[in-house]
């Protein structure tokens, strides 16, 4: 499900940046909506409101760190780039490098004991599964005629953001067990990021003249690209549910079946001008697959 809800955010996303000409509005539309949505349940969730209560309270008795709650400045810079490098490489290239860049980064939060399950020791059957993630975003290159001066930068980029996004999994999981609600620790998420894309749009001088923009977003005939924030918010609900019981790397890679699969899909059915389904990322979807199974944990008799 986590893997779903991200192949259809990246599309949603990349769709709204097509049809708008800005993926940092597209971003910052993806942030809004989903904020709207989780402040709207949370009128109505007790445990909810109770759950984004508690943070003050957290930080100064030093269950979490006052950087930690910043942690939704990285789901910003994923959307910009979702929204920016999806229109050009299609969901399933933009994937195989965010996902190989998780599996890299994951090996050392997991190492460190950032997420809520704790320290986690980097073994041969750990290092393999990130190892083979990684060939793959190199396969999944080759399937690109203009080669390294074109779009498998782009591929590179989704997978930098990759390694940053193993990090905020950890720190997410985390603020989710200290105050004891994965959905206000989902909408402090969104908060940020929100705030944070605000802040972006205005340092990149987008912000000016850029009202006619916006006002285009609503326009558009697919409307349902306005509101990627909600895939969004299930994403990183399911995440920080499932970091904490099989850790960053197991669940990064475990949700790669769904992802994979999901975004070739949608490339085959609804593809973009810049969607490559060839051999060679069909190749390195297995691989990925493949690093999935391997780094899940062996079966131990009680």
């Known amino acids: 499900m986590s893997g779903a809800f991200v192949a259809v955010q990246g599309r949603m996303n990349g769709g709204l940046a097509e049809r708008i000409g800005s993926a940092p509005l597209a971003a910052l539309y993806s942030f809004g909506s989903g904020l709207i949505v989780?402040?709207?349940?949370?009128?109505?969730?007790?445990?909810?409101?109770?759950?984004?209560?508690?943070?003050?309270?957290?930080?100064?008795?030093?269950?979490?760190?006052g950087w930690q709650l910043f942690a939704g400045l990285v789901g910003a810079v994923f959307v910009w780039t979702q929204a920016t490098v999806v229109p050009e490489i299609g969901v399933a290239a933009f994937l195989v490098g965010v996902t190989a860049g998780i599996s890299s980064g994951s090996l050392l939060v997991d190492r460190l004991g950032v997420s809520a399950m704790g320290v986690q020791a980097i073994t041969l059957q750990r290092v393999i599964a990130a190892v083979i993630a990684v060939i793959a975003v190199w396969l999944s290159v080759l399937g690109f005629a203009e080669g390294w001066s074109g779009l498998g930068v782009l591929v590179l980029l989704a997978f930098l953001v990759g390694v940053?996004?193993?990090?905020?999994?950890?720190?997410?999981?985390?603020?989710?067990?200290?105050?004891?609600?994965?959905?206000?620790?989902?909408?402090?998420?969104?908060v940020v990021g929100t705030l944070g894309l605000i802040g972006l749009l205005g340092l990149v001088g987008v912000a000016t003249g850029g009202a006619e923009?916006?006002?285009?977003?609503?326009?558009?005939?697919?409307?349902?690209?306005?509101?990627?924030?909600?895939?969004?918010?299930?994403?990183?609900?399911?995440?920080?549910?499932?970091?904490?019981?099989?850790?960053?790397?197991?669940?990064?890679?475990?949700?790669?079946?769904?992802?994979?699969?999901?975004?070739?899909?949608?490339?085959?059915?609804?593809?973009?001008?810049?969607?490559?389904?060839?051999?060679?990322?069909?190749?390195?979807?297995s691989l990925t697959l493949l690093a999935a199974v391997i780094a899940l944990p062996r079966r131990t008799n009680a």
Do not use: C, E, H
């Not at 402040?39 to 979490?64: E, I, N, Q, T, W």
């Open 164 to 190: 940053l996004n193993a990090g905020q999994q950890a720190v997410n999981s985390q603020i989710g067990k200290v105050i004891g609600s994965p959905l206000a620790a989902t909408w402090l998420n969104f």
């Open 213 to 285: 923009v916006a006002l285009r977003a609503w326009t558009v005939s697919d409307f349902w690209l306005l509101f990627g924030g909600v895939a969004g918010v299930g994403f990183i609900v399911t995440s920080i549910i499932s970091v904490r019981r099989l850790g960053v790397l197991v669940f990064s890679l475990f949700l790669i079946a769904g992802q994979m699969l999901v975004a070739l899909l949608l490339d085959l059915v609804f593809p973009t001008g810049g969607s490559v389904v060839s051999p060679y990322l069909i190749a390195a979807v």
């Open 38 to 65: 989780l402040s709207v349940f949370m009128v109505f969730s007790r445990s909810m409101l109770d759950g984004a209560k508690r943070l003050p309270a957290s930080v100064r008795r030093g269950g979490l760190k």
